[in-house]
Antibody
Framework: QVQLQESGPGLVKPSQTLSLTCTVS??????????WSWIRQPAGKGLEWIGR???????NYNPSLKSRVTISVDTSKNQFSLKLSSVTAADTAVYYC??????????????WGQGTLVTVSS | DIQMTQSPSSLSASVGDRVTITCRAS??????LNWYQHKPGKAPKLLIY???SLQGGVPSRFSGSGSGTDFTLTISSLQPEDFATYYC????????FGQGTKLEIK
C-alpha cells in the first residue's frame, strides 16, 4: 500500500520560498509509470493543481503558478519536493502531495497525503 | 482554463437517500472527468475516473455518468460514512477542480 507524507515548515514569511517534501513509502518512486503531484487548498476554497513530475524527471506546471514553481525528485530518498518562490498571503493553504497515473481519459490521483498547512505571514 | 461548476454547493440528506451531484465543464472535456471524496483532515479519495469507472475498493453505491460538458455523481443509498465534500476534476487540459459539494446530514 503506497503512502505519502508531506513535511516542511508550517510558517513562511512573505516574499520567501515555500519548500515542502513528500516522502513515499510502500513502493519505489522510480518504478512504474507515475506522476508525482502537488495540489493545494486555500482555507474555504477549492482544490488547485500545482504541478507534477514524471518518473523520468519531466515536469508539468499550472500556467498560473509556473513562473514560481519548481518540482524535483530525489529517488535515493524516495521523495519529491515543491518549491514556490515569492510567496504572499494568497499562497496560504493546505498542500497535498499525490500520485497520479495515466488512464484512457487523462490522469487520476489514486494516492494522496493527508496534507500540511502552510501559512504565509510575517 | 477549463472551469468546472458543481451544483449544489451544499446538500442535506438522510441515510438511505439517493443523492445526485452535478458537474458542468465550461467546454467539452469528453470523459476526462474524475470524482473525489474529501473528509476533514483526511487525504482525498478517488471514487470515479474517466467519468464512469469505479475505482477499486469503492462501494458500488457510487456511480458516475456523463460526457462532454455535463456529468453526475450518484450515491444510490447514503451511508453514514458518505457525509463529506465531493469534488469533480477535469484532466482534459491543465487539471482543474470544481468548487466542491458539501454533503451534510439532515
Amino acid at each position: 500500500q503506497v503512502q505519502l507524507q508531506e513535511s516542511g515548515p508550517g510558517l513562511v514569511k512573505p516574499s520567501q520560498t515555500l519548500s515542502l517534501t513528500c516522502t513515499v513509502s510502500g513502493g519505489s518512486i522510480s518504478s512504474g509509470s507515475y506522476y508525482w503531484s502537488w495540489i493545494r487548498q486555500p482555507a474555504g476554497k477549492g482544490l488547485e493543481w500545482i504541478g507534477r513530475i514524471y518518473t523520468s524527471g519531466s515536469t508539468n506546471y499550472n500556467p498560473s503558478l509556473k513562473s514560481r514553481v519548481t518540482i524535483s525528485v530525489d529517488t535515493s530518498k524516495n521523495q519529491f519536493s515543491l518549491k514556490l518562490s515569492s510567496v504572499t498571503a494568497a499562497d496560504t493553504a493546505v498542500y497535498y502531495c499525490a500520485r497520479e497515473e495515466d488512464g484512457d481519459y487523462g490522469s487520476l490521483a489514486d494516492y494522496w497525503g493527508q496534507g500540511t498547512l502552510v501559512t504565509v505571514s510575517s | 482554463d477549463i472551469q468546472m461548476t458543481q451544483s449544489p454547493s451544499s446538500l442535506s440528506a438522510s441515510v438511505g437517500d439517493r443523492v445526485t451531484i452535478t458537474c458542468r465543464a465550461s467546454q467539452s472535456i469528453n470523459s476526462y472527468l474524475n470524482w473525489y471524496q474529501h473528509k476533514p483532515g483526511k487525504a482525498p479519495k478517488l471514487l470515479i475516473y474517466a467519468a464512469s469507472s469505479l475505482q477499486g475498493g469503492v462501494p458500488s453505491r457510487f456511480s458516475g455518468s456523463g460526457s462532454g460538458t455535463d456529468f453526475t455523481l450518484t450515491i444510490s443509498s447514503l451511508q453514514p460514512e458518505d457525509f463529506a465534500t465531493y469534488y469533480c476534476q477535469q484532466t482534459y487540459s491543465t487539471p482543474t477542480f470544481g468548487q466542491g459539494t458539501k454533503l451534510e446530514i439532515k
